[in-house]
């Protein structure tokens, strides 16, 4: 069994707002071992991109980690002095984003943006750090990296933009990558392509990965490990196998309803009715009961624990517990 | 970069030429001529007198005749004083220029430090109290800040002389000048700051370790001061030129007092004079504030 290099625990996170405290992330865990993937997913405000940001405390000013721990090879980082916290960023666990179109800052190049990293990091001085960034650029298959080094992010396409923020977030072959639905903003052929070299440099560099997206297809081909996210909550953890192959939790069930299935089939889509959970006002028992064609009547009144279904594959669902209640009862009689 | 400057200047010439035009008729079309006021003047000294500065001659002439000592430097001189308009213009410029010039630089770097300060200290007392300041200061119109200024330094505590022939204080008429752009630059800063550090690249810089302070100094405020940089311009040209208002209460003899007695007194020549000389002062202000806003923000392109 390889290590844990990061374990969250009962994280929580809210953001104060006019309209009140928005509880954004209610007491998510997972882990993530050394070298592997994990998968993030869940429908748009589920939660995602704030566990990831509340791991590297990039949340934004009225954002707070109210609860938990992220333990980081067993050190609590949220209790690392602000300079602990840099010394962590960029260096043990780096991010890309989202939007390349708009993660790099617009009046500086390429190069300065990407030696600024490398400086920060590493002590090489200025022109082996200039080196370095031309080695990245090659890395991450970005042709003509001289000239790049000059250009401004205007001048380059999303792709090639994509392309440096992972050469940036690889400066100095961190431990941990956050990857927030890095293709998610890109043409199809270039999403692709983006995630191929993604797994080519976990291959090459050894780091993990977590992928948020909301893509099934994405997590599919790249994922060891997923966690399914509703309302800021998990409410499936498991192999990719588990959750492709033995869904445990309604909302996973529904999730793979609805996109085309994997191996390419033409099926009817269900799209999952309902529409998403307010987080001003989180509802008393299980966050997707709303919308669940099954639910229960204790799952409007209380929140689902979460319940092991088999090794390594845990889902918090009351039909679960019905379910083994029942064949325990099945038994015993 | 150099075709765009030609351009640009090509087009700033055509501009002036054009103000001056529009100067020179309208100037005439109004009622009154230098010399009419002129109550112990007779009819024939009136008629010498007008013969001397080409006021006798039909207007389209006299306007060539104007643009072609133009050409060579030469402004004519005052009619109410007779003093070479150059070199009037060139004096009372450097009074202007000097008071407007700290002005404009304590405008800037006061406005840009507390714009950031509101911005950085987003709903604490001490963004409360910029905000109050600077609205304060945009509502009070400079004669009223200027008289005040006057009444409680010079007046009340006595700390500066009303006038000195000798020894002018610019303190003063530096503050009148500079109080309204600091507020405006301030509320401009802060506005395009708060805008800025919600923008995605603030994320990534951060997320990258880079310490709070240069996340702010190195990532935010170059983006924040685009819009500034376009304020500033134009904000220099106005405040250089002297704000008439005060350079009037505080007595000062700078280019805009010169343009308001210039006017009442009918001199044809102080009035194109200053006018031409405002005229390429905003024109190439602007044209630098535009390359400064383009060497800022590579984005920009010149086409
Ligand atoms: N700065 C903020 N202030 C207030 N609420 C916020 C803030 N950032 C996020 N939230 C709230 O937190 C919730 C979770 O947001 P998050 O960005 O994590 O969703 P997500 O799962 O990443 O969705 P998407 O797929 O759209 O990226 C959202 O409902 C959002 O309204
Ligand atoms: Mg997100």
Redesign the pocket.
Request: aromatic share 8%; no cysteine.
């Given at each position: 069994m390889s290590e844990k290099i990061l374990d969250v625990r009962n994280l929580h996170t809210s953001?104060r707002?006019d309209a009140g405290e928005?509880r954004?992330?209610n007491g998510v865990s997972f882990n993530l071992e050394e070298g592997k993937s994990l998968g993030i997913v869940?429908?748009?405000?589920?939660?995602?991109?704030?566990?990831a940001?509340s791991i590297l405390q990039i949340?934004?000013g009225?954002?707070r980690v109210t609860g938990g721990e992220i333990l980081f090879r067993g050190e609590d980082i949220l209790k690392y002095t602000p300079q602990q916290m840099r010394q962590f960023r960029g260096k043990k666990c780096s991010i890309i984003f989202?939007d390349p179109m708009t993660s790099l800052n617009p009046t500086f190049t390429i190069g300065n943006q990407l030696m600024e990293a490398i400086l920060l990091h590493t002590d090489r001085t200025k022109k082996e750090a200039r080196d370095r960034a031309e080695e990245l650029l090659t890395l991450v298959g970005v042709n003509e990296p001289k000239r790049r080094l000059k250009q401004y992010p205007h001048e380059l396409s999303g792709g090639m933009r994509q392309r440096i923020m992972i050469a940036m977030a690889l400066s100095s072959e961190p431990d941990i990558l956050i990857a927030?639905?890095p293709t998610t903003a890109l043409d199809v052929t270039i999403q692709a392509q983006i995630l191929e070299l993604m797994q080519e440099l976990q291959k090459k560099i050894g780091m993990a990965i977590i992928m948020?997206t909301?893509d099934l297809g994405v997590i599919a081909e790249m994922c060891d490990e997923i966690i399914v996210?509703y309302g800021?909550r998990v409410c499936e953890r498991g192999s990719a196998d588990d959750i492709f192959y033995g869904p445990a939790h309604e909302y996973t069930k529904g999730l793979l309803r609805s996109i085309p299935s994997v191996n390419g089939q033409k099926e009817k889509l269900i799209p999952i009715a309902g529409t998403p959970i307010n987080?001003l006002n989180m509802p008393k028992g299980c966050a997707f009961c709303s919308r669940c064609d099954n639910a229960l009547k204790i799952c409007l009144e209380e929140v689902p624990e979460e319940e092991l279904v088999s090794p390594g594959h845990y889902a918090s669902c009351w039909l679960n517990v019905k379910k083994r209640m029942e064949g325990s009862g099945e038994a015993a009689s | 970069m150099a075709r765009y400057v030609c351009k640009r200047v090509l087009l700033a010439i055509v501009t002036v030429f054009i103000i001056t035009l529009i100067t020179f008729f309208t100037m005439n079309a109004i009622p009154g001529g230098p010399f009419n006021s002129e109550k112990a003047s007779s009819p024939q000294v009136r008629a010498a007198l007008e013969k001397r500065y080409n006021l006798d001659k039909p207007l389209p002439e006299q306007y060539i005749l104007y643009m072609g000592g133009l050409f060579q430097g030469d402004m004519g001189i005052s009619t109410k004083t007779g003093r070479d308009i150059r070199q009037t213009i060139t004096e009372s410029f450097k009074v202007s220029a000097k008071i407007g010039g700290l002005a404009a630089l304590l405008a800037t770097i006061v406005g840009v430090i507390m714009g950031s300060i509101a911005a950085l200290r987003r709903n604490t007392v001490i963004d409360r109290l910029i905000v109050f300041f600077s609205t304060l200061s945009t509502a009070v119109p400079s004669f009223v800040l200027a008289t005040l200024l006057l009444y409680f330094f010079c007046i009340r505590l006595d700390w500066i002389s009303v006038w000195d022939t000798e020894n002018q204080n610019i303190i003063l008429p530096v503050i009148a000048l500079a109080l309204y752009p600091t507020a405006y630059i301030t509320r401009l800063t802060k506005t395009s700051m708060l805008d800025v550090l919600n923008q995605d690249y603030i994320r990534t810089a951060r997320a990258k370790g880079v310490a709070r302070p240069k996340v702010i100094f190195k990532h935010a405020l170059r983006n924040a001061l685009i819009p500034v940089i376009t304020y500033v311009g134009p904000m220099l040209a106005y405040i250089l030129t002297g704000s008439m208002v005060v350079e009037s209460i505080f007595t000062i003899g700078g280019l805009g007092s010169k343009f308001v007695t210039g006017i009442t007194n009918r001199d044809y020549p102080m009035i194109m004079g200053t006018t031409i000389f405002l005229a390429v002062l905003m024109v190439t202000m602007n044209l630098i504030s535009d390359i400064v806003y383009k060497i800022v923000d590579p984005r920009i392109t010149f086409d």
């Open positions: 953001f707002t928005v954004a992330v869940g429908e748009s405000g589920s939660g995602k991109s704030v566990t940001y949340l934004t009225n954002g989202q927030d639905e948020v909301h996210m800021g987080l | -």
